[in-house]
């Protein structure tokens, strides 16, 4: 877990950094974020920056291996098992992470960072209904399977970034709503 082992006082020097970078990163894109610029925002040293990452991209990459790692774990927690009783439960827990994890999930979902984080999110579903979930609604085996991954992951993420590029009005709860009658059900009502 995060901060394990570390004191009180690093956890919110690292806290402070990322929450300073979250807000940068709304104004604009992190190559042009200096250490100098993100230190002065979060009110700490520079060499107290540099005690803990080796620069700004280093600092964005811990943050989303944090990120990544609660969201496979968030991920395990539902086996295929267990899904066959419908898809709400794990879609509400996806949405939830990403409205718990707003200001890095709208940066990171965004498109004012390309890090290869959302490619991650991407392949890990990809993997996940591929291969675990695949014979859960009927499509094993079916010709129309890999078209329907696709259609499946790309749609998924692309309702996450659309939520969380419009604020998140919807409650978790209503996109997972959402999500799982698009999925299941297409277009129709």
């Known amino acids: 877990?995060?901060?394990?082992?570390?004191?009180?006082?690093?956890?919110?020097?690292?806290?402070?950094?990322?929450?300073?970078?979250?807000?940068?990163?709304?104004?604009?894109?992190?190559?042009?974020?200096?250490?100098?610029e993100l230190t002065e925002a979060a009110d700490v040293n520079r060499?107290?920056?540099?005690?803990?990452?080796?620069?700004?991209?280093?600092?964005?990459?811990?943050?989303?291996?944090?990120?990544?790692?609660?969201?496979?774990?968030?991920?395990d927690s539902y086996p295929a098992d267990k899904l066959r009783r419908g898809l709400r439960p794990i879609l509400t827990d996806v949405f939830r992470f990403i409205l718990r994890n707003a200001g890095t999930g709208a940066v990171l979902f965004g498109p004012a960072v390309y890090s290869g984080f959302l490619d991650r999110i991407k392949a890990e579903l990809h993997r996940r209904v591929g291969e675990e979930w695949q014979g859960l609604y009927g499509f094993q085996g079916s010709a129309q399977w890999n078209y329907y991954l696709e259609f499946v992951v790309a749609g998924c993420i692309a309702l996450l970034q659309t939520w969380t590029g419009k604020g998140m009005r919807e409650t978790p709860e209503e996109m997972a709503a959402m999500a799982e009658r698009f999925i299941l059900f297409g277009l129709r009502e």
Do not use: N
């Open 47 to 75: 060499g107290t920056f540099y005690s803990h990452y080796r620069d700004i991209y280093d600092l964005r990459d811990q943050i989303e291996e944090e990120l990544f790692r609660e969201f496979v774990s968030m991920m």
């Open 1 to 36: 877990m995060p901060g394990e082992g570390e004191d009180r006082r690093v956890r919110k020097t690292k806290a402070l950094l990322r929450e300073s970078l979250q807000r940068l990163l709304l104004e604009k894109p992190l190559r042009e974020i200096t250490v100098k």
